[in-house]
Protein backbone atom coordinates (compact mmCIF):
# COMPACT_ATOMS: atom_id res chain seq x y z
CA UNK A 1 0.00 0.00 0.00
CA UNK A 2 2.79 2.38 0.78
CA UNK A 3 4.66 4.95 -1.61
CA UNK A 4 3.10 5.35 -4.30
CA UNK A 5 3.67 3.78 -7.98
CA UNK A 6 5.52 5.99 -10.86
CA UNK A 7 2.15 4.84 -12.43
CA UNK A 8 -0.19 6.26 -9.62
CA UNK A 9 1.68 9.61 -9.52
CA UNK A 10 1.38 9.86 -13.59
CA UNK A 11 -2.50 9.07 -13.13
CA UNK A 12 -2.63 12.03 -9.94
CA UNK A 13 -0.56 14.65 -12.25
CA UNK A 14 -3.40 13.92 -14.73
CA UNK A 15 -6.30 14.59 -12.88
CA UNK A 16 -5.02 17.91 -11.08
CA UNK A 17 -1.68 18.82 -13.21
CA UNK A 18 1.32 17.95 -12.21
CA UNK A 19 2.03 21.59 -10.35
CA UNK A 20 -0.20 20.41 -7.70
CA UNK A 21 1.59 17.29 -7.13
CA UNK A 22 4.23 17.54 -4.47
CA UNK A 23 6.81 15.03 -4.02
CA UNK A 24 10.11 16.96 -3.87
CA UNK A 25 12.18 15.84 -0.90
CA UNK A 26 10.95 19.80 0.34
CA UNK A 27 8.02 19.54 -0.52
CA UNK A 28 7.47 16.27 1.78
CA UNK A 29 9.32 18.42 5.13
CA UNK A 30 6.61 20.25 4.66
CA UNK A 31 4.21 18.07 5.17
CA UNK A 32 6.32 16.48 8.32
CA UNK A 33 5.59 17.13 11.81
CA UNK A 34 7.55 20.01 12.59
CA UNK A 35 7.37 19.81 16.35
CA UNK A 36 8.91 15.88 16.25
CA UNK A 37 12.09 15.54 17.16
CA UNK A 38 12.36 12.83 13.97
CA UNK A 39 10.24 13.96 11.30
CA UNK A 40 10.88 10.92 9.17
CA UNK A 41 8.44 8.83 11.92
CA UNK A 42 5.48 10.71 10.21
CA UNK A 43 6.92 12.22 6.61
CA UNK A 44 4.75 11.46 3.67
CA UNK A 45 5.78 10.21 0.10
CA UNK A 46 4.43 13.67 -0.89
CA UNK A 47 1.55 15.74 -1.20
CA UNK A 48 -1.77 16.61 -3.89
CA UNK A 49 -3.60 19.96 -3.49
CA UNK A 50 -6.81 19.68 -5.59
CA UNK A 51 -8.70 22.85 -6.61
CA UNK A 52 -12.43 21.64 -5.87
CA UNK A 53 -14.13 18.87 -4.90
CA UNK A 54 -14.51 17.24 -8.71
CA UNK A 55 -10.68 16.72 -8.57
CA UNK A 56 -10.49 15.13 -4.72
CA UNK A 57 -13.65 12.43 -6.13
CA UNK A 58 -11.09 11.95 -8.88
CA UNK A 59 -7.84 11.41 -6.57
CA UNK A 60 -9.78 9.37 -4.29
CA UNK A 61 -10.52 6.52 -7.52
CA UNK A 62 -6.99 7.21 -8.15
CA UNK A 63 -6.60 6.14 -5.02
CA UNK A 64 -8.25 2.94 -4.83
CA UNK A 65 -7.43 1.73 -8.26
CA UNK A 66 -3.36 2.15 -6.97
CA UNK A 67 -4.18 1.28 -3.28
CA UNK A 68 -2.50 4.78 -2.37
CA UNK A 69 -3.36 5.80 1.10
CA UNK A 70 -4.38 9.33 1.34
CA UNK A 71 -4.04 11.78 4.82
CA UNK A 72 -6.41 14.82 3.86
CA UNK A 73 -5.99 17.93 5.79
CA UNK A 74 -7.62 21.58 5.45
CA UNK A 75 -4.48 23.80 5.96
CA UNK A 76 -2.71 21.54 8.09
CA UNK A 77 -1.62 24.30 10.77
CA UNK A 78 -2.86 21.67 13.60
CA UNK A 79 0.24 21.93 15.83
CA UNK A 80 0.72 19.73 19.11
CA UNK A 81 -1.16 16.89 17.31
CA UNK A 82 1.11 16.06 14.12
CA UNK A 83 0.67 19.67 12.00
CA UNK A 84 -0.09 18.01 8.86
CA UNK A 85 1.79 14.70 8.79
CA UNK A 86 0.35 11.34 8.82
CA UNK A 87 0.03 8.66 11.31
CA UNK A 88 1.65 6.31 9.06
CA UNK A 89 4.63 7.43 6.99
CA UNK A 90 4.60 7.21 3.52
CA UNK A 91 1.04 8.61 3.30
CA UNK A 92 0.28 11.04 0.59
CA UNK A 93 -1.38 13.94 2.60
CA UNK A 94 -4.08 15.52 0.48
CA UNK A 95 -4.13 19.46 1.32
CA UNK A 96 -7.28 21.02 0.79
CA UNK A 97 -5.69 24.73 1.42
CA UNK A 98 -6.64 26.09 -2.03
CA UNK A 99 -10.50 25.47 -1.93
CA UNK A 100 -11.52 28.38 -0.17
CA UNK A 101 -15.30 29.30 -0.91
CA UNK A 102 -17.17 30.84 1.61
CA UNK A 103 -20.70 31.25 1.57
CA UNK A 104 -22.33 33.41 4.25
CA UNK A 105 -26.36 33.60 5.29
CA UNK A 106 -25.92 36.98 7.23
CA UNK A 107 -29.97 36.59 8.07
CA UNK A 108 -29.50 33.14 9.76
CA UNK A 109 -26.14 33.93 11.25
CA UNK A 110 -24.31 30.31 9.31
CA UNK A 111 -21.56 30.10 6.55
CA UNK A 112 -20.86 27.60 4.17
CA UNK A 113 -16.91 26.87 3.80
CA UNK A 114 -14.37 25.01 2.12
CA UNK A 115 -11.49 23.08 3.93
CA UNK A 116 -9.11 25.72 3.05
CA UNK A 117 -10.74 29.24 4.72
CA UNK A 118 -8.59 30.44 7.24
CA UNK A 119 -9.65 32.09 9.91
CA UNK A 120 -8.22 34.72 9.19
CA UNK A 121 -9.67 34.45 5.81
CA UNK A 122 -13.41 33.83 7.27
CA UNK A 123 -12.24 37.08 10.06
CA UNK A 124 -11.03 39.22 6.74
CA UNK A 125 -14.62 38.72 4.60
CA UNK A 126 -16.84 39.36 7.58
CA UNK A 127 -15.07 42.44 7.58
CA UNK A 128 -14.89 43.50 4.68
CA UNK A 129 -18.10 42.89 3.74
CA UNK A 130 -19.76 43.93 7.18
CA UNK A 131 -21.23 41.30 7.97
CA UNK A 132 -22.36 41.71 12.08
CA UNK A 133 -21.38 38.19 12.52
CA UNK A 134 -18.44 36.73 15.17
CA UNK A 135 -15.99 33.79 15.11
CA UNK A 136 -14.87 31.47 17.54
CA UNK A 137 -10.83 31.09 16.79
CA UNK A 138 -8.94 28.84 19.03
CA UNK A 139 -5.73 29.77 20.55
CA UNK A 140 -3.41 29.02 17.23
CA UNK A 141 -5.59 30.56 14.29
CA UNK A 142 -3.69 29.95 11.42
CA UNK A 143 -5.38 26.32 10.35
CA UNK A 144 -8.89 26.47 9.04
CA UNK A 145 -11.94 26.90 10.29
CA UNK A 146 -13.33 23.46 8.73
CA UNK A 147 -10.37 21.00 9.83
CA UNK A 148 -10.29 22.91 13.46
CA UNK A 149 -14.07 22.20 13.60
CA UNK A 150 -13.55 18.56 12.86
CA UNK A 151 -10.84 17.76 15.00
CA UNK A 152 -13.01 19.07 17.40
CA UNK A 153 -10.69 21.93 18.56
CA UNK A 154 -12.46 25.03 20.75
CA UNK A 155 -12.41 28.49 20.86
CA UNK A 156 -13.21 31.63 22.94
CA UNK A 157 -16.79 32.36 23.01
CA UNK A 158 -19.48 30.77 23.63
CA UNK A 159 -19.57 29.32 19.84
CA UNK A 160 -16.29 27.96 21.49
CA UNK A 161 -17.07 24.12 21.19
CA UNK A 162 -16.57 23.83 17.32
CA UNK A 163 -18.37 20.46 16.80
CA UNK A 164 -21.23 21.38 18.19
CA UNK A 165 -21.93 24.35 15.69
CA UNK A 166 -20.86 22.22 12.81
CA UNK A 167 -24.62 21.79 10.69
CA UNK A 168 -24.15 20.09 7.24
CA UNK A 169 -21.30 18.96 5.24
CA UNK A 170 -20.24 17.86 1.92
CA UNK A 171 -18.12 14.72 2.06
CA UNK A 172 -16.32 12.84 -0.23
CA UNK A 173 -16.39 8.78 0.74
CA UNK A 174 -13.40 7.04 0.26
CA UNK A 175 -14.95 5.39 -2.87
CA UNK A 176 -15.31 8.35 -4.70
CA UNK A 177 -19.20 9.06 -3.59
CA UNK A 178 -20.40 12.42 -3.08
CA UNK A 179 -22.90 12.76 -0.11
CA UNK A 180 -24.53 15.73 1.95
CA UNK A 181 -25.38 15.47 5.34
CA UNK A 182 -28.37 16.69 7.12
CA UNK A 183 -31.01 18.51 5.38
CA UNK A 184 -28.15 18.82 2.32
CA UNK A 185 -29.44 15.16 1.42
CA UNK A 186 -32.08 17.16 -0.05
CA UNK A 187 -31.00 18.13 -3.10
CA UNK A 188 -31.49 22.25 -3.68
CA UNK A 189 -32.96 22.11 0.43
CA UNK A 190 -33.08 25.47 1.78
CA UNK A 191 -32.31 24.58 5.35
CA UNK A 192 -29.14 22.32 5.04
CA UNK A 193 -27.25 24.87 7.42
CA UNK A 194 -30.08 25.54 9.48
CA UNK A 195 -31.47 22.39 10.82
CA UNK A 196 -28.92 19.39 11.89
CA UNK A 197 -30.45 16.30 11.75
CA UNK A 198 -32.34 16.13 8.59
CA UNK A 199 -34.47 12.48 8.75
CA UNK A 200 -32.75 9.15 10.30
CA UNK A 201 -29.38 8.87 11.62
CA UNK A 202 -26.80 11.92 11.95
CA UNK A 203 -23.37 11.73 10.05
CA UNK A 204 -21.86 15.33 10.86
CA UNK A 205 -20.01 13.64 14.53
CA UNK A 206 -19.18 10.64 12.27
CA UNK A 207 -16.61 12.60 10.32
CA UNK A 208 -15.24 14.25 13.49
CA UNK A 209 -11.87 12.86 13.76
CA UNK A 210 -12.50 9.80 12.17
CA UNK A 211 -11.10 8.69 8.72
CA UNK A 212 -14.83 7.69 6.78
CA UNK A 213 -15.06 10.75 4.40
CA UNK A 214 -13.18 13.93 3.40
CA UNK A 215 -15.01 16.97 4.21
CA UNK A 216 -14.95 19.03 0.99
CA UNK A 217 -17.55 21.47 2.36
CA UNK A 218 -18.66 22.50 6.20
CA UNK A 219 -21.69 24.32 7.26
CA UNK A 220 -20.84 25.89 10.49
CA UNK A 221 -23.25 28.69 13.08
CA UNK A 222 -21.46 31.60 13.86
CA UNK A 223 -22.61 34.30 16.80
CA UNK A 224 -24.41 37.12 15.92
CA UNK A 225 -22.57 40.10 16.88
CA UNK A 226 -23.36 41.06 20.27
CA UNK A 227 -24.30 44.16 22.27
CA UNK A 228 -21.81 43.69 24.73
CA UNK A 229 -19.07 41.10 26.35
CA UNK A 230 -18.25 41.59 29.63
CA UNK A 231 -16.66 39.79 32.80
CA UNK A 232 -13.50 40.03 34.85
CA UNK A 233 -10.12 38.54 34.51
CA UNK A 234 -9.87 36.92 38.33
CA UNK A 235 -6.59 35.69 39.55
CA UNK A 236 -5.77 33.50 42.37
CA UNK A 237 -2.92 32.79 44.97
CA UNK A 238 -2.66 29.59 45.97
CA UNK A 239 -2.28 25.95 43.97
CA UNK A 240 -5.44 24.58 46.13
CA UNK A 241 -7.76 27.80 44.61
CA UNK A 242 -8.19 25.55 41.73
CA UNK A 243 -10.74 23.45 43.67
CA UNK A 244 -13.44 26.17 45.14
CA UNK A 245 -13.11 27.76 41.74
CA UNK A 246 -14.34 25.12 39.43
CA UNK A 247 -17.11 24.18 42.10
CA UNK A 248 -18.16 28.24 42.65
CA UNK A 249 -18.08 28.22 38.61
CA UNK A 250 -19.78 24.75 37.30
CA UNK A 251 -23.01 26.07 38.81
CA UNK A 252 -23.17 29.21 36.46
CA UNK A 253 -21.61 26.91 33.43
CA UNK A 254 -24.87 24.51 33.84
CA UNK A 255 -27.06 27.12 34.28
CA UNK A 256 -25.82 29.12 31.07
CA UNK A 257 -25.28 32.17 33.18
CA UNK A 258 -21.63 31.74 31.59
CA UNK A 259 -21.92 30.46 28.02
CA UNK A 260 -18.15 30.08 27.13
CA UNK A 261 -15.79 27.79 28.19
CA UNK A 262 -13.22 29.42 31.16
CA UNK A 263 -9.79 28.21 31.02
CA UNK A 264 -8.47 28.50 34.29
CA UNK A 265 -4.28 28.39 34.19
CA UNK A 266 -1.01 28.24 35.43
CA UNK A 267 1.53 30.91 35.62
CA UNK A 268 3.75 29.45 32.93
CA UNK A 269 1.10 29.78 30.20
CA UNK A 270 2.14 33.58 30.13
CA UNK A 271 5.36 33.29 30.68
CA UNK A 272 6.35 30.95 28.01
CA UNK A 273 4.48 33.04 25.53
CA UNK A 274 6.12 36.68 26.77
CA UNK A 275 9.60 35.13 27.25
CA UNK A 276 11.99 32.50 27.31
CA UNK A 277 13.24 30.22 30.60
CA UNK A 278 16.51 31.12 30.37
CA UNK A 279 15.49 34.50 30.90
CA UNK A 280 14.46 32.89 34.50
CA UNK A 281 17.00 30.37 35.12
CA UNK A 282 19.88 28.27 33.91
CA UNK A 283 18.49 25.42 36.40
CA UNK A 284 17.53 22.12 34.07
CA UNK A 285 15.27 21.17 37.26
CA UNK A 286 12.00 21.97 37.65
CA UNK A 287 11.23 25.38 38.39
CA UNK A 288 11.41 26.51 42.15
CA UNK A 289 9.32 28.77 44.31
CA UNK A 290 11.58 31.49 44.01
CA UNK A 291 11.60 31.67 39.77
CA UNK A 292 7.91 30.71 39.90
CA UNK A 293 7.54 33.86 42.73
CA UNK A 294 9.08 35.78 40.16
CA UNK A 295 7.16 34.85 37.37
CA UNK A 296 4.18 35.73 39.10
CA UNK A 297 5.54 39.24 39.96
CA UNK A 298 6.12 40.11 36.85
CA UNK A 299 2.94 39.05 34.78
CA UNK A 300 1.08 40.67 38.16
CA UNK A 301 -0.89 37.18 37.91
CA UNK A 302 -1.85 34.19 40.53
CA UNK A 303 -0.82 30.76 40.24
CA UNK A 304 -3.81 29.98 38.53
CA UNK A 305 -5.84 33.17 36.22
CA UNK A 306 -9.50 32.47 34.54
CA UNK A 307 -10.82 35.13 32.26
CA UNK A 308 -14.54 34.69 32.01
CA UNK A 309 -17.01 36.54 29.79
CA UNK A 310 -20.47 37.25 29.31
CA UNK A 311 -22.46 37.52 26.04
CA UNK A 312 -25.43 39.13 24.23
CA UNK A 313 -27.87 41.84 25.55
CA UNK A 314 -25.90 44.26 27.39
CA UNK A 315 -28.43 44.22 30.13
CA UNK A 316 -28.65 40.72 30.53
CA UNK A 317 -24.40 40.61 30.12
CA UNK A 318 -24.91 43.29 33.18
CA UNK A 319 -27.22 41.21 34.98
CA UNK A 320 -24.92 38.00 34.31
CA UNK A 321 -21.74 39.72 35.85
CA UNK A 322 -24.02 40.77 38.84
CA UNK A 323 -24.44 37.20 39.22
CA UNK A 324 -20.35 36.35 38.80
CA UNK A 325 -20.12 39.01 41.77
CA UNK A 326 -22.00 37.49 44.01
CA UNK A 327 -21.09 34.06 43.87
CA UNK A 328 -17.46 35.21 44.12
CA UNK A 329 -18.28 37.32 46.72
CA UNK A 330 -16.04 36.69 50.08
CA UNK A 331 -14.30 34.38 48.37
CA UNK A 332 -10.04 34.27 48.42
CA UNK A 333 -9.48 36.37 44.72
CA UNK A 334 -6.56 37.73 44.86
CA UNK A 335 -7.08 40.01 42.18
CA UNK A 336 -9.90 40.99 39.53
CA UNK A 337 -10.00 43.09 35.98
CA UNK A 338 -13.08 44.20 34.63
CA UNK A 339 -13.70 43.64 31.09
CA UNK A 340 -16.22 45.54 29.17
CA UNK A 341 -16.56 46.05 25.47
CA UNK A 342 -20.00 47.49 24.12
CA UNK A 343 -21.09 48.02 20.85
CA UNK A 344 -19.63 50.94 19.37
CA UNK A 345 -16.56 50.65 21.35
CA UNK A 346 -13.13 50.58 19.69
CA UNK A 347 -12.62 46.48 18.50
CA UNK A 348 -11.08 45.01 22.07
CA UNK A 349 -9.10 43.02 19.46
CA UNK A 350 -8.99 39.65 21.36
CA UNK A 351 -10.03 36.35 20.56
CA UNK A 352 -12.71 36.92 22.78
CA UNK A 353 -14.08 39.21 20.73
CA UNK A 354 -13.84 36.56 17.87
CA UNK A 355 -10.47 38.20 16.36
CA UNK A 356 -7.67 35.48 15.07
CA UNK A 357 -4.56 34.90 17.11
CA UNK A 358 -0.94 32.75 16.33
CA UNK A 359 0.83 34.16 19.92
CA UNK A 360 0.22 31.24 21.86
CA UNK A 361 2.30 30.05 19.47
CA UNK A 362 5.30 31.37 20.82
CA UNK A 363 4.98 29.03 23.69
CA UNK A 364 7.09 26.54 21.34
CA UNK A 365 9.64 28.92 21.81
CA UNK A 366 9.79 28.67 25.78
CA UNK A 367 13.56 26.21 25.73
CA UNK A 368 14.84 27.84 23.00
CA UNK A 369 16.08 25.60 20.31
CA UNK A 370 14.16 24.19 18.01
CA UNK A 371 11.16 23.87 20.01
CA UNK A 372 7.47 22.28 20.14
CA UNK A 373 5.07 20.71 22.37
CA UNK A 374 2.74 17.91 22.65
CA UNK A 375 -0.53 17.76 25.27
CA UNK A 376 -2.24 15.42 27.00
CA UNK A 377 -6.08 16.31 27.97
CA UNK A 378 -8.07 14.30 29.88
CA UNK A 379 -11.73 14.92 30.56
CA UNK A 380 -12.76 14.66 34.08
CA UNK A 381 -16.22 15.38 36.39
CA UNK A 382 -16.68 18.82 36.87
CA UNK A 383 -15.74 18.55 40.62
CA UNK A 384 -13.11 21.04 42.14
CA UNK A 385 -11.52 18.10 44.75
CA UNK A 386 -11.18 15.58 41.60
CA UNK A 387 -9.44 18.22 39.70
CA UNK A 388 -7.28 19.40 42.46
CA UNK A 389 -6.74 15.54 42.77
CA UNK A 390 -5.85 15.59 39.10
CA UNK A 391 -3.43 18.52 39.69
CA UNK A 392 -1.15 17.31 42.39
CA UNK A 393 -0.56 14.14 40.46
CA UNK A 394 -0.35 15.57 37.22
CA UNK A 395 2.13 18.10 38.89
CA UNK A 396 4.10 14.91 40.47
CA UNK A 397 4.84 13.56 37.05
CA UNK A 398 6.04 16.37 35.82
CA UNK A 399 8.60 16.67 38.48
CA UNK A 400 9.47 13.66 38.02
CA UNK A 401 10.18 13.75 34.44
CA UNK A 402 11.68 17.00 35.09
CA UNK A 403 9.56 19.18 33.20
CA UNK A 404 7.62 22.80 33.90
CA UNK A 405 4.23 22.32 35.07
CA UNK A 406 1.93 23.92 32.52
CA UNK A 407 -1.95 23.20 32.33
CA UNK A 408 -5.28 24.29 32.20
CA UNK A 409 -8.58 23.27 33.02
CA UNK A 410 -11.13 24.39 30.59
CA UNK A 411 -14.78 24.09 31.98
CA UNK A 412 -17.35 22.65 29.57
CA UNK A 413 -21.27 22.27 30.70
CA UNK A 414 -21.05 18.94 31.88
CA UNK A 415 -17.42 17.91 32.34
CA UNK A 416 -13.83 19.47 32.85
CA UNK A 417 -10.88 18.97 30.07
CA UNK A 418 -7.39 19.00 31.64
CA UNK A 419 -4.92 20.12 29.21
CA UNK A 420 -1.71 19.67 29.92
CA UNK A 421 1.01 21.15 27.75
CA UNK A 422 4.74 19.45 27.42
CA UNK A 423 6.99 21.87 25.99
CA UNK A 424 10.43 21.05 25.02
CA UNK A 425 13.22 21.52 22.74
CA UNK A 426 13.08 19.06 19.77
CA UNK A 427 17.06 18.96 19.71
CA UNK A 428 17.48 17.80 23.07
CA UNK A 429 17.30 14.14 22.92
CA UNK A 430 17.26 13.69 26.39
CA UNK A 431 14.22 15.92 26.93
CA UNK A 432 12.70 14.42 24.24
CA UNK A 433 12.52 10.83 25.82
CA UNK A 434 11.27 12.11 29.00
CA UNK A 435 8.90 13.62 27.59
CA UNK A 436 7.54 10.03 25.77
CA UNK A 437 7.78 8.41 28.87
CA UNK A 438 6.12 11.19 30.26
CA UNK A 439 3.27 11.14 27.74
CA UNK A 440 2.71 7.30 28.08
CA UNK A 441 2.83 8.13 32.57
CA UNK A 442 -0.24 10.35 32.03
CA UNK A 443 -2.36 8.26 29.75
CA UNK A 444 -1.45 5.15 32.27
CA UNK A 445 -2.38 7.76 35.50
CA UNK A 446 -5.55 8.95 33.36
CA UNK A 447 -6.88 5.76 32.54
CA UNK A 448 -6.57 4.23 36.13
CA UNK A 449 -9.01 7.14 37.46
CA UNK A 450 -11.38 6.04 34.04
CA UNK A 451 -10.56 9.86 32.64
CA UNK A 452 -10.18 9.46 28.49
CA UNK A 453 -8.25 11.93 26.00
CA UNK A 454 -10.43 13.73 23.82
CA UNK A 455 -8.18 14.47 21.09
CA UNK A 456 -4.51 13.13 20.76
CA UNK A 457 -1.16 13.71 18.56
CA UNK A 458 -0.55 11.21 15.87
CA UNK A 459 1.92 9.13 17.27
CA UNK A 460 -0.23 8.21 20.37
CA UNK A 461 -3.70 8.01 18.55
CA UNK A 462 -3.40 3.50 19.64
CA UNK A 463 -2.46 4.30 22.63
CA UNK A 464 -5.35 6.40 23.61
CA UNK A 465 -8.01 4.75 21.54
CA UNK A 466 -6.82 1.58 23.79
CA UNK A 467 -7.67 3.41 26.77
CA UNK A 468 -11.80 3.35 25.64
CA UNK A 469 -12.20 -0.74 26.73
CA UNK A 470 -16.02 -1.40 27.55
CA UNK A 471 -16.76 -4.41 26.74
CA UNK A 472 -12.65 -5.67 25.28
CA UNK A 473 -12.71 -2.43 23.29
CA UNK A 474 -16.26 -2.92 21.37
CA UNK A 475 -16.42 1.16 19.87
CA UNK A 476 -12.87 0.07 18.14
CA UNK A 477 -14.39 -2.73 16.64
CA UNK A 478 -17.86 -1.03 15.74
CA UNK A 479 -15.71 1.87 14.51
CA UNK A 480 -13.86 -0.57 12.23
CA UNK A 481 -16.63 -2.36 11.14
CA UNK A 482 -17.71 1.07 9.64
CA UNK A 483 -14.13 2.06 8.31
CA UNK A 484 -14.09 -1.47 6.36
CA UNK A 485 -17.75 -1.06 5.07
CA UNK A 486 -16.49 2.56 3.57
CA UNK A 487 -12.94 2.05 3.27
CA UNK A 488 -12.50 -1.19 1.92
CA UNK A 489 -9.24 -0.57 0.72
CA UNK A 490 -8.00 1.15 3.57
CA UNK A 491 -6.84 4.53 1.37
CA UNK A 492 -8.29 6.56 3.94
CA UNK A 493 -5.83 8.38 6.53
CA UNK A 494 -5.00 4.92 8.15
CA UNK A 495 -4.31 4.87 12.05
CA UNK A 496 -6.49 8.30 12.08
CA UNK A 497 -7.85 8.17 15.90
CA UNK A 498 -6.85 4.53 15.96
CA UNK A 499 -9.26 3.19 13.18
CA UNK A 500 -7.43 0.94 10.71
CA UNK A 501 -8.94 -0.61 7.54
CA UNK A 502 -6.82 -3.75 7.99
CA UNK A 503 -3.65 -3.75 10.24
CA UNK A 504 -0.96 -3.23 7.86
P1 LIG B 1 -6.19 23.13 10.37
O1 LIG B 1 -6.56 23.43 8.96
O2 LIG B 1 -7.13 23.77 11.35
O3 LIG B 1 -4.78 23.38 10.65
P2 LIG B 1 -5.79 20.37 9.84
O4 LIG B 1 -5.91 20.54 8.40
O5 LIG B 1 -4.42 20.16 10.42
O6 LIG B 1 -6.46 21.59 10.60
O7 LIG B 1 -6.79 19.22 10.29
C1 LIG B 1 -6.75 18.59 11.52
C2 LIG B 1 -7.07 17.12 11.31
O8 LIG B 1 -8.46 17.01 10.97
C3 LIG B 1 -6.32 16.49 10.17
O9 LIG B 1 -5.15 15.87 10.61
C4 LIG B 1 -7.32 15.48 9.62
O10 LIG B 1 -7.19 14.27 10.35
C5 LIG B 1 -8.64 16.10 9.91
N1 LIG B 1 -9.18 16.84 8.75
C6 LIG B 1 -8.88 18.11 8.43
N2 LIG B 1 -9.54 18.51 7.35
C7 LIG B 1 -10.30 17.47 6.95
C8 LIG B 1 -11.23 17.28 5.89
N3 LIG B 1 -11.52 18.27 5.06
N4 LIG B 1 -11.83 16.07 5.78
C9 LIG B 1 -11.56 15.09 6.66
N5 LIG B 1 -10.70 15.22 7.69
C10 LIG B 1 -10.07 16.40 7.84
Not at 420 to 447: E, H
Amino acid sequence: MIAPTAAAWRDFRTAIGPEWVLTSEEDRGTYSDHFAADESRHRPAGALAPADTGQVREIVRIANRHHVALWPISRGKNFGYGGPAPVVAGTVVLDLSRMKRITVDADNGTVLLEPGVGFFDLYDHLQANHIPLWLSVPGNSWGSVAGNALDRGVGYTSYGDHAARICGLEVVLPDGDLVRTGMGAMSGSPTWQLYRNGFGPGWDSMFCQSNFGIVTALGLWLMPEPEAVMGYDYEFDRPEDLGWVIDTLMPLRREGIIQQSPSIGNWLRSAAVMTTRQQWTHDKGPLDEKVITAIRERFKIGWWGVQIRCYGRQEIAEASVRVLDRAFAGKPVLSRKPAHWVRGDPPEGSPFTGVPITFPLANANWHGGRGGHIGYSPVLPPRGDLALDQFHRTRALYEKYGLDYHASFALGERSVVNVNQLLYNKDDPDMMSRVDAMFRALVADATEHRYGEYRTHIEYMDLVAATYDFNDHALLRLNERVKVALDPNGILAPGKSGIWSRRT
